[in-house]
C-alpha cells in the first residue's frame, strides 16, 4: 500500500496490484505492467523488464536476474558496455543487476576496485589490479 493504513488501501506501489475487493494490494506475478499517466490506463513493459515505470514501455526498473543487466538509461541489455562492471541492486521492491563505471583508466573491471585492463591509450597501465597513469619522463 502506498497509504499508512493497510485496512483501507486504495494505491499500491509498484510491482503490486490493487485488490478493489478486498481493498489489499498483493505482488503482481502476471506480465509486467505501468500505468499510463495521461489515461490512467495498465500498459504492458517491454518484454526484457521484469518491472518499468512508463511513460514507455522501455522504462525498466528491474530486468531478468538470470540473464540480464539494467543501463542507467532503463533498457534491460545481456552485457555490460566496455569500461562497466555488474552488480546486484537490491531496495525494499526489488533487486536487479545493474552496470556501474569501472575506476578511472580501466576499460575492463570485475569490481569498483579491481581493474583487469587499462586504457593504454590515454597512458594508464595495469598495478596490483588498478590502473595508473604513465609518468614523463624528466
Known amino acids: 500500500c502506498t497509504s499508512s493504513n493497510e485496512s483501507s488501501c486504495?494505491?499500491?506501489?509498484?510491482?503490486?496490484?490493487?485488490?478493489?475487493e478486498s481493498h489489499r494490494c498483493e505482488k503482481y506475478t502476471g506480465k509486467a505492467y505501468y500505468i499510463d499517466s495521461g489515461t490512467s490506463e495498465t500498459r504492458p513493459c517491454h518484454s526484457s523488464c521484469t518491472q518499468c515505470k512508463g511513460p514507455k514501455p522501455t522504462d525498466c526498473t528491474a530486468c531478468n536476474l538470470i540473464t540480464e543487466v539494467l543501463l542507467n538509461d532503463g533498457h534491460c541489455v545481456n552485457d555490460c558496455p566496455e569500461a562497466f562492471f555488474m552488480t546486484e541492486n537490491r531496495t525494499n521492491e526489488?533487486?536487479?543487476n545493474?552496470?556501474?563505471?569501472?575506476?578511472?583508466?580501466?576499460?575492463?573491471?570485475?569490481?569498483e576496485a579491481s581493474c583487469v585492463r587499462c586504457n593504454m591509450d590515454k597512458g594508464f597501465y595495469l598495478q596490483d589490479r588498478m590502473c595508473v597513469p604513465t609518468c614523463n619522463k624528466g
Do not use: E, H, N, V
Open 10 to 20: 486504495s494505491a499500491c506501489k509498484i510491482g503490486y496490484i490493487y485488490m478493489p
Open 94 to 96: 526489488t533487486k536487479t
Open 98 to 111: 545493474i552496470c556501474l563505471p569501472c575506476p578511472s583508466g580501466c576499460t575492463r573491471c570485475d569490481g
